[in-house]
């Protein structure tokens, strides 16, 4: 993807997992997010939450401007306050201005902030 200027916003989009694998619903957030990236002039970004989660950010970075971890083994299995900490505190220091999710059962449990 082409680099943009670091003055620009980002469009963030959370890998989702199943298993070791990248969950297909990531690959639709991210045709969306590349969408919004170039209409609005974003830098587009992936984040991948969990513990060894650099496996997944390689197979991810091909396709986005920037990739984030946010990677510890007490992340390893799915806990919504955990995650939601996590998350806020990477968004306060790159503050996206566009964040994509996926609709799943695991991120219907996390609470809203």
Known sequence: MDSKNKETGRSFVLVGREGPAIAPITFQLLGMATQIATDLKRILCA????????????KIAYFVDEAYSIDHPQLASFKPELYVRALEQLYQKVNPDVVLIGYTMDNLELPQH
Do not use: Q, R, T, Y
């Open 47 to 58: 984040v991948s939450i969990g513990d060894e989660v650099n496996d997944v950010l390689s």
